[in-house]
């Protein structure tokens, strides 16, 4: 079955660390999108991509860093410098307009990663 | 400054008691408004799309409509099953992102 894969669902970090939380797809959707779900609070969103190779900061990017190298795959990774990382993560993706535009079709959603601190 | 705010915030309903779900949004040129359920500790499920006022959409019990500045989500006669989290999110014709309001968690008790 097609869909988006987030791994590992429950993750826990050392302060100080770096970790990172995997988001494949198999959909053959071009962009690809990372958000962080708080309690009582909407998604937000931390970074996108469009295309591989190429990636854009969403509205909380600070403290986080990603990579598109290849379509199926946009890994994130939380650094140390985020100093608030316990949250849920969820990974989305779609297909991309032909002119570089966002796609006005409908985001799908992986079944996310719970972050918390050691 | 773009903005999505759902009412309520949690809602209870006895099974079969129908109900709506507000969504109201301020944007600068909507692309479109996408409603989606989210169960506990799982990625929200897409429900609808829908771009211009007076569209309706239906699937099983839940019904969306939407006027220039707001949308509904109606549930007609619930069960136990439709107890969710349910999102609403616009998307911004200029930059194409998706803003999300905060959510409403319905519960129907049987």
């Known amino acids: 079955d097609g869909g988006i894969t987030q791994s590992p669902k429950y993750l826990f970090r050392k302060e100080g660390q770096n970790v990172t939380l995997s988001c494949e797809q198999n959909?053959?959707?071009?962009?690809m999108y990372w958000y962080r779900q708080d309690p009582g609070q909407g998604l937000r969103l931390i970074y996108y991509?469009?295309?591989?190779?190429?990636?854009q900061k969403g509205d909380i990017a600070e403290g986080y860093s990603v990579s598109r190298e290849k379509k199926e795959s946009f890994p994130l990774t939380v650094t140390s410098a985020q100093k608030n990382p316990t949250a849920f993560y969820l990974c989305?993706?779609?297909?991309?307009?032909?002119?570089?535009?966002?796609?006005?079709?409908?985001?799908?959603f992986g079944d996310g990663t719970r972050l918390s601190i050691l | 400054e773009d903005q999505v705010t759902q009412s309520p915030e949690a809602l209870r309903l006895q099974e079969g008691e129908s109900s709506s779900l507000n969504c109201s949004y301020t944007?600068?040129?909507?692309?479109?408004l996408f409603w989606y359920r989210q169960d506990p500790g799982k990625g929200p499920e897409f429900l609808f799309t829908?771009?211009?006022a007076g569209e309706e959409k239906e699937k099983e019990r839940l019904k969306a409509t939407l006027t220039k500045k707001e949308s509904f989500l109606h549930i007609t006669a619930p069960k136990p099953e439709d107890s969710a989290t349910y999102l609403c999110?616009?998307?911004?014709?200029?930059?194409?992102?998706?803003?999300f309001g905060q959510g409403t968690t319905l519960q129907v008790k049987p």
């Open positions: 989305a993706s779609t297909v991309r307009r032909a002119h570089a535009e966002l796609s006005n079709q409908p985001q799908h």
């Open positions: 959909l053959n959707h071009d962009a």
């Open positions: 991509s469009q295309i591989v190779n190429d990636f």
């Open positions: 944007v600068s040129g909507l692309r479109g």
């Open positions: 829908l771009y211009s």
């Open positions: 999110a616009v998307q911004d014709r200029g930059t194409g992102k998706l803003i």
